[in-house]
């Protein structure tokens, strides 16, 4: 399978690619402009800037798949998420691409969730400290589900390194103070190219 790889330098994605070029796949790994990654026959690397239509059309095009581990926490704009959507859509979409796969902070909420009133807390504590970073990440969920496309994006507590360890998906959102290592993470996003259980949806990872 021919993949590609959005964030493919975050500390998530480099082990994302990691799985995937074991397992035999092709990748295209799109980064901005640093590259820790060294290109071969079967690893393809497209250095640009999300907001570029020709280089992220280029970057999907020839692909069955694509993975985006982008985030907007530490970038200045914080709507990186959503931009990078109203890019990569279009393109998966001209391409005739259509399994796409993200990753995204387990605050985020979609149409239907129906959250409790403790997850209801949660996502106001969370819209008054990281309100640009939450708008962001539910933007770039409305763009998927009105995309048509094949999309599943995991929703993510706060990662540590370490170990995968067991994960699991689920509907229930995490408790505050769970934790889940960024190895997992990267095995759930990689998972969910074979795995389709969670098309068109927004499961929570928890570590087992």
């Not at 690397?45 to 985006?68: L, Q, Y």
């Not at 990753?103 to 985020?108: E, I, K, N």
């Not at 509907?171 to 389709?196: C, F, N």
Request: proline share 5%.
């Amino acid at each position: 399978m021919q993949v590609t790889v959005f964030g493919a330098s975050g500390k998530v994605g480099k082990l994302v690619v990691e799985r995937l070029l074991s397992a035999g796949h092709t990748v295209t790994v799109f980064v901005h402009y640093n590259s820790p990654f060294i290109p071969s026959e079967q690893l393809k690397i497209i250095k640009s800037d999300v907001h570029n239509a020709a280089f992220v059309e280029a970057a999907v095009r020839g692909s069955d798949a694509v993975i985006s581990t982008l985030g907007s926490w530490h970038t200045p704009t914080k709507d990186v998420l959503s931009a990078a959507m109203r890019f990569i859509i279009p393109a998966m979409q001209q391409s005739h691409v259509h399994r796409i796969i993200t990753v995204t902070g387990s605050g985020a909420l979609v149409p239907a969730d129906k959250p409790s009133f403790g997850a209801r807390i949660q996502h106001a504590v969370i819209g008054i400290v990281a309100k640009d970073v939450l708008r962001d990440s539910e933007m770039h969920l409305q763009l998927l589900a009105d995309s048509g496309l094949a999309w599943t994006c995991v929703r993510s507590p706060a990662m540590r390194d370490g170990e995968a360890g067991a994960y699991r998906l689920t509907a229930v959102p995490p408790k505050p103070w769970e934790r889940v290592s960024r190895a997992a993470v990267a095995d759930a996003l990689v998972a969910q190219l074979t795995e389709l259980d969670w098309l068109q949806a927004a499961p929570h990872i928890h570590q087992s």
